[in-house]
Each structure stands twice: as C-alpha cells, then as structure tokens.
C-alpha cells in the first residue's frame, strides 16, 4: 500500500438512514476508522448482514457487502470466506437477527472457527418492526407484542457464544468510542471467529437500556474493562477490584484484585463474568472474555482441498468420466 | 426363447428380458446383491435397468413386513428403458419378503424361497397365518425351495467365522445362486470383495465361498429345470459405457459443468434421503477443486452456496422436497442478488415428511411457482439416470450464462436407479467460460448484458466494491430503491432475462406419431415408462407421439405448433397432475388430459399403454 488508509476511504455513497440519535452511528464510525487503521484495502473487505435496523450497514461501506436475509449471515459468510480465505469477512448482525432466527447459524459458525469478524448489535428489542421484545429483552418488557411483559427469559449473548465454543469473546459499547476501537482491533487480530457484542442504544423504542451501566455518568463505576493480563480493578479512580473465591466472583480492594485472563483453557472464568450482568451490586464486564487459539475451519475445508490434489494429482474431466469398470460397444 | 445345450447336462435357454427382485430383510444385504448383479450384468454387456425399494427405516424389526428391503433390475439383450412393471423371478430371503412381494411377479414367474425363514416365528412376524408355501397361495407360480441359512451354514463350516457372521454371508450364497441360473461371471463380485474387505481378508473369502456355494448348488442340486442366458445388447448405440445411478450422475455433471463454465464448486448441503449421495459423491472429488460443506441445516447449506457464489465460485446446494421447502427464501435472495447457482431437488414422496425411500414427481409447482413474489427461476428435469448428467451440465450453463439460480429436479427413482450410461466425449462438450467482471471504468452491478445477465464481480477485485442484497434494487447502479416505476422494470428485467433462455434451447423432438389423435408429453423420471408404452403398443400396430420436457421453465419454443399437430395430449406424471394443470394455464386450446398415479413407485408401462389404449379406442 502507498498510500495509508483513512475513515474516509471506507465509506460509500449512500446516505446513512438511521434515526438520528440511533447508536449505529457511532459504531459505524468506529468501524470505518478500525477499518482504516486495520489496513486492509477495501476491496479485500466484505461486510455480510441479516435483517434489522444494524443489517443496513453493509450499504454504507465503501466495501464489498450483502445485505442477505433474516438470521442467515453467518451461513452466507461461511460460504464466503470458504470460497475466500483472502477477504476479511465482517458480519454484522442484531440481537434478534442472531439470536432468535439465525440462533442455529450463529452457534455453528462459532463452533466451526471461521475467521470472520461478528458484531452483534445489542439494543434488547426489534427495532426495524417497532418495538417488539427480542430474545436479549428482559422478562417482563412491555411492548405491543407483550402487554402484559414478556415471559421469556433473555438470551445473555455472551453466554451463549462461549456456550458455543467461540475463541473470541468480547463485548463493548456503542458510546465508548476508545474502547470499542481497542476491541474491534483485537476481534480482528484474533484468527478464529471473534464475536463482539456491542450494547447499542435505539432511541425510539428502547432509549436508555443500558444507562444504568453505559452513561457516561455511572460507567466506570458500573463496568469493568476485562483485559486480558491486567488487574481487574474499576472505578473512576481504580478504586475498586474484582476476585475470585470459590466459585464466585466478588468485590475486594484493588490491590486483592485478581489477574483476569481470558485464554484460561476452560470457558470458566468467562462464564463466571458473563454472569455479572444486571447484577446491581456488582460491575457489568465489557472488554475481552475469551481469546484462544483453535483450528480455523476454513484452513481445514481447503486443506483438505490441497492435500487431495497433491495426493492424487488435479482431477481430469476426462478419467472422472471413465472410471470404474467400463465396457465397449461396438456394432 | 430359443434353447441350445451347453456343456453340463441343463439345457441353456436364451431368454430376451429378465426381471429379477431380490427381497429380504433390511439387514440381508439385498441392496448390495442386486447392485452386484448388477454390475455383472452390464459387464456382460447388456442393457438394464435397476429399482432400489428399500424401507426409511434404517433397521425395521428383523422379519416383519416393514424391515422388508427389495431391489429390482432388469436386464436385457434389447435396449430397455425401465425395471420392469413386474418380476420373472422372486428371491424371497424371508416368509415377510415373499409376503410383501409375491402378489406382483408374473404369473408363472419363478420364486426362491429361503425356507430357513419360514419357520412359526418367521411367519407370525410376516403376520402370516399359514405358510404360503404350502397353503397354495403360491399355485401358478414355480416354486424352489432352498434352505439357504443351512446350506450357508454347511459352506463355511470351516471358515472360522461364528454362526453370526456366517448368516451375513446369506446373500453371496443367494447371488451365487443367481449367477449360475443366469450364466453370469463371479470375477467382478470376486474382486469387489476382496476391495471391500482388503484388512479383513477372511470375510471376503467367506463371501467368495458362500457364492460359489451358491453357484454349485445349482449345477449339483438340480434346483432348477435348466439355465437362462441373457445376450449382450446389440441395440445401444456404439461407445464406451459404465454402469451408474443416478445421484452419482448428477455429482458427476456438476463437476463437469463447473469445469466447462471454468469454475470450482462449492456444494453447501445438509443430509437428506434420497438426496445425500451426491454430497457424498462429491465429498469424494476433493481433487477436482470441489469444495463440499455439511452445513447445519438445508437454509444455512443454500446460503454457503449463495455466499460461494458471491465469492465467484460455482455454488451449488442439493436437496430433497422438504429441504426445497426450507431453501425457498435463499432461493429468492439468489435471484434477487442475481448469482448463479444451481439447486438439486431429488424429488420423494410428500406433502411434509411423506415417504423418504419412495419417488414422485410432486415438487413440480413448487418448482416453478413456490416462492414469494414474481419469482422467476429456470426449472429444468432429468428423464433418465444418463440425462442426469447432461441435465447436471445444462444446470451449470445456465446459471451461469444467466446469472441466475437454476432449479434441477430429479427423483427417487433416477437417484438410486442404475443404467449402462453412454459416456460422453468429454472434449466434444461446448464450454461456457465465464469471465468476471475486471474493469473498474463504467463498472455498474445492475447493468445487463445481450442476455439480460449482469456482470460478476467477485469480491477482492480492486475498484468493484459494491453491495447486494434482497431489498429492490436499482436498475444499474444496483442501489436500494423503492421507486414503484424501479420495482416494475426490475420485475421485468428479471423475468424476460430468465425468459431468454428460451434462445438457448432446443424445441423437444417428438418420438412415435408425428401428429395425429394423441400426443403423450412427460417430464422427468417417466420417459422410460412412456418409451415402453409406446413401444409395446408399436408392437400392437397402435401409434402415438412422444414428447418429454426436459426445460420445464421457461418452456421451449415450439411447443404450441407441436401440440396443434394432435387431437389431445396425454400427460402422465407421478403427481395429481401438475404439470397437465400448468400446462393448460399455458397453451389454453389445447385439450390436456392427465394421468396421475401417486403411488410412491415409478409409473408402469402396461398402465401408461392400457390408459392410451383406451383413449385411442374413444
Ligand atoms: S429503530 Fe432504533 S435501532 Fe433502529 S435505527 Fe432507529 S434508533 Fe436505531
């Protein structure tokens, strides 16, 4: 490359159509300068969607992109990367795109390894059929589909993907522009699937539902940046600490803190965290769970490609055809 | 029959045609004896054709009538074109195989009871009352007895093999058998066990001893009154043949029309019967630069397809009536986002789950017409397991010239079918390479070339950035738009492109009658059933003509003057009717009549031929 990439050379044309005030936007730029500083030329990107407010994005990416169907991204993308190991796949996917129809593709996908990149955006409701209860909705959401609250118990989705064998997990908040970059450039480091669940706030259906762990006000009181190596100690000013006892996580001074690791050869740990969510007196994680290494499926898929054809040299057309045991006629 | 002497004391007889069908229970190994003959047979060159009938349950209780497993084939020294309506010869492994099958032998036929499953237990679980063998239910057909477990038994006493594994080489003994009254060589089946079981030696010679246990039996047992032989085929047209079924067939013309069309493929697919085998087929052509993914399930196989296709791959997803069920909303992203790609529907016996292991052409509407939207998307049908490769190719062209999925139906019957296939001269096949898209000045995703296709640009080419998806798109610029005059030409641009291929196609030929009282038009897996009709009643002086689809949608041209040449036209078709209905919505001064038989079995020639008959006799 000659000339180094900026923001401006990963967007497209098309005028961005969200609500103002929507928490896309934010990610979207945060995207477009990982983009950038990633480095990776446009036309080796390709941003794959489903449906939902967040599975415009492809659109607004001076990238290759499609916009698929409801829940299937992570299928499409498969197929993809599969075809095309080169490209740097990013799949960008909402809370019930991911984890109400394509529930069964964002499991495999994970399981699999591809190395892909998956941004979930989070916003705890359906936004682009106006406001219905979504599997990340907590029990007893009211909206027109549940007016009495909803029963479901929600999907916590970080859960879920460690449920699932992903190598990479992470989560990080639309608002939270220095975080959110420092964790899309370690999901594309990562080789291997990495998912990122993103708490993104829609201001007209569900305005406000992290605010009592992400406004600016209360979030480093309520968060804790998992960082993998350090201390975890939180706090507007590092006053606080986490540490194991037992089986459980608690509160301790800063310098009890425990070193948080996320490449613990278990999910454990990562779990244990993934269940702090909502848990008043204790901070919510944001930052990385997990990181390991695993076998990447579409290395696999291909090398088994290459290892058959240096085995049996490339197929002719000709001995597929006239193969097995043959017999001629002549008349 | 014409009867000569051979050597040993049986006289030979010379016989045209023979229908054979091996039943037993599921875990009998019929399948793999009946392919076996098979094999034998087209190595001594004649013409044949096989019907696999085997249960969807993997293993139904041993001996009942629901585990019963059957495999058909007839062969021939006269070129033939379907299994047979009914069976010469029986072979019975149990009282519950002769129970399920007897009823359909011809009358006169011969039947090879194993009478070691004929014991009180045997027939209680055949929910038999009396024994058939000695209850008369079986007068008018000839009847040989043979205790094949004992004399199985007897064969490998000295085998080492315990009781358990001497009983599994049952169906050796039984072919064996089979081989001698029909004057096959065993050398193919020879070696094919000794492949098979290369690391455990001693059960391919077991096998190999039960056969020629089988074998001698009927030259020292005198079983039988004499033997038969079944000349070559002087008929097939002269070439270099094989033996195949087919879903290997289709696998086998997906490579090649990937090959022709310069690209790789990718088969995204999800197990299905009677669908897998040419996911299994393929996994198998690694070598070839075939990519094959066992997704998750049917939606996430077609879309690894699309998403390969995206990636400039040949996509390509195979399936059966219940996953098309399940792919319909990928199939309108593809031709929404205008990829090629090609999509196998082996068609089984439905609606829902319906009968998995049986064949029918029920999946013709859905075909054609089971998507949301105007939705158009090319529908093309193989009539034989030969035509399936060639249909296999055609897919491939047209995907790819049209840039659009393309739907290939095939059936049960096709599938598991085998025939002797012609094989083709692989150099002589036109190619339709595709170029991609390269040049960045004028470049515009939504424009379309003399075909109305638009240009492929796959990703990680410089300057092509661009985005698809299922939302409406802008004509060129391949935008999002919801203008009503866009939607409109766009719904336009997609039909007449599809409709296009009409230029690409030949009109069908008809067979037979070149015009007159009645035209008999089919589609897909019922060709052979028609030809035999249709030359049975040659043979009776009585005249029809021939169609069959092949292009399915758009139709080819021509038809409508084919048509005015007849009174009526006749469509048989393993459905209520399906493709009668769509073709009256089409061609509406036309009188079409329909024959629809929906008995999870391949139409029958005499039926075909007796439904004519009587409608020429009108
Ligand atoms: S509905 Fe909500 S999520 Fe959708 S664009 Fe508007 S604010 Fe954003």
């Known amino acids: ?331 | 029959m014409t009867t000569t002497t051979q050597s040993g004391e049986l006289p030979l007889e010379l016989a045209e045609t023979v229908v054979i069908r091996f039943a037993g229970d599921s875990g009998d190994g019929m399948q793999l004896t009946g392919n076996q003959f098979t094999t034998s047979s087209a190595l001594v060159g004649n013409d044949l054709a096989t019907l696999p009938d085997y249960p969807a349950e993997i293993r139904a209780p041993a001996g009942t009538r629901a585990g019963v497993s059957g495999f058909q084939l007839a062969f021939s020294s006269r070129d033939i074109h379907t299994p047979g309506d009914s069976p010469d010869v029986l072979v019975a492994m149990n009282a519950a195989a002769l129970a399920v099958n007897y009823k359909q032998l011809k009358p006169g036929g011969l039947i090879i009871a194993n009478t070691g499953n004929f014991g009180e237990k045997d027939l209680e679980k055949a929910q038999l009352k009396t024994n058939p063998l000695a209850d008369g239910s079986l007068d008018g057909f000839r009847v040989i007895e043979i205790d094949i477990n004992k004399r199985v038994a007897e064969a490998l006493k000295d085998s080492g093999l315990n009781a358990k594994e001497v009983q599994r080489c049952k169906n050796f003994y039984t072919l064996g058998l089979l081989y001698w009254l029909y004057s096959r060589p065993m050398d193919v089946t020879e070696k094919w066990l000794r492949d098979k079981f290369g690391k455990r030696p001693e059960l391919a010679e077991a096998n190999i001893t039960a056969m020629k246990a089988g074998y001698n039996a009927g030259d020292i047992h005198q079983l039988f009154q004499g033997r038969y032989d079944v000349k070559k085929c002087q008929e097939l047209p002269n070439g270099t043949y094989r033996n195949i079924m087919g879903n290997p067939a289709v696998g086998l013309g997906l490579i090649a029309g990937a090959e022709l069309a310069g690209l790789e493929i990718v088969l995204g697919s999800y197990p299905i019967t009677p669908a897998t085998t040419i996911l299994e087929t393929l996994a198998a052509y690694k070598h070839y630069g075939v990519t094959t993914i066992q997704m998750e399930d049917e939606i996430a196989a077609i879309c690894a397809a699309i998403g390969a296709s995206f990636a400039g791959k040949l996509g390509v997803t195979t399936t059966s009536g219940p996953g098309m069920a399940l792919k319909t909303e990928a199939m309108g992203l593809a031709l929404m986002t205008e990829l090629p790609l090609v999509i196998v529907n082996v068609q089984r016996g439905g609606p829902s789950t319906g009968l998995p292991t049986k064949t029918e052409q029920a999946d013709l509407n859905q075909a054609i017409f089971g998507r949301n939207g105007e939705s158009p998307i090319p529908v093309l049908a193989c009539a034989t397991v030969g035509d399936a490769f060639e249909c296999a190719v055609e897919a491939c062209r047209i995907a790819v010239e049209y840039m659009t999925p393309v739907i290939l139906l095939t059936d049960g019957f096709i599938a598991n079918g085998a025939e002797p296939w012609k094989l083709p001269d692989i150099d002589a096949l036109p190619r339709f390479e595709v170029k991609f898209a390269q040049d960045k000045d004028g470049f515009l995703p939504y424009s379309r070339d003399e075909k109305g296709a638009r240009p492929w640009a796959k990703p990680g080419t410089p300057g092509l950035q661009h985005r698809i998806g299922g939302l409406e798109k802008a004509h060129l610029t391949g935008n999002v738009s919801y203008d009503p005059d866009n939607h409109e030409f766009m719904i336009h641009a997609r039909l007449e492109k599809v409709m296009g291929i009409r230029e690409s196609i030949p009109t069908p030929k008809v067979e037979g009658a070149q015009n007159g009282k009645l035209l008999v038009l089919g589609w897909g897996s019922t060709y052979g059933a028609i030809t035999e009709a249709r030359e049975q009643l040659h043979r009776k002086g009585i005249e029809f003509g021939q169609m069959h689809l092949r292009h399915l949608y758009p139709l080819p041209k021509g038809l409508a003057e084919i048509f005015a040449r007849y009174d009526r036209v006749l469509v048989p078709e393993i459905n209520l009717g399906q493709l009668a209905r769509y073709m009256r919505g089409e061609f509406q001064n036309v009188e079409f009549l329909s024959y629809g038989r929906t008995l999870g079995l391949p139409l029958r020639a005499h039926e075909i031929a007796a439904k004519i008959e009587t409608l020429l006799e009108q």
């Open chain 1, 1 to 331: 490359m000659t000339d180094t990439l900026t923001k401006k050379d990963f967007k497209s044309d098309q005028e961005v159509r969200w609500c103002p005030g929507c928490g896309d936007y934010a990610i979207l730029n945060a995207v477009q300068q990982a983009c950038a500083t990633i480095g990776k030329p446009q036309h080796e990107v390709a941003f794959v969607s489903g449906i939902g407010c967040s599975s415009r994005f492809p659109y607004y990416m001076n990238t290759y992109g499609f916009h698929t169907i409801h829940g299937r991204a992570p299928a499409i993308a498969t197929g993809l990367k599969t075809a095309n190991p080169a490209l740097s796949v990013w799949i960008i996917t909402g809370d019930g795109d991911a984890l109400s129809i394509g529930g069964n593709h964002l499991a495999h996908i994970l399981r699999r390894n591809l190395d892909v990149n998956i941004l979930l955006f989070n916003n705890e409701i359906y936004g682009l059929t106006k406001g219905q209860y979504s599997p990340t909705s907590p029990a007893g959401t009211r909206t027109k589909t549940s007016p009495m609250g909803s029963i479901d118990r929600p999907f916590n989705p970080i859960s879920f993907a460690l449920g699932c064998g992903a190598t990479f997990v992470a989560r990080t908040i639309d608002t939270h522009l220095k975080h959110m970059a420092g964790v899309l450039e370690a999901a594309a480091a990562h080789k291997g699937t990495s998912f990122i669940e993103i708490y993104q706030n829609c201001v007209i259906f569900n305005d406000g539902a992290f605010d009592d762990v992400a406004d600016k006000k209360v979030r480093d009181d309520r968060t804790i940046d998992l960082e993998p190596g350090q201390k975890m100690i939180y706090g507007k000013d590092g006053d606080k600490g986490l540490k194991t006892e037992g089986f459980s996580m608690v509160r301790c001074a800063p310098e009890e803190a425990s070193t948080w690791t996320a490449a613990s050869p278990y999910g454990a740990p990562a779990f244990l965290m993934s269940g702090l969510d909502h848990d008043p007196e204790m901070p919510n994680p944001i930052g990385i769970f997990r990181s390991v290494d695993a076998p990447i499926f579409e290395d696999g898929v291909n090398g088994q490609v290459s290892a058959a054809i240096e085995k049996k040299g490339r197929g002719k057309l000709k001995d597929l055809i006239y193969a097995g045991e043959t017999w001629d006629i002549n008349s």
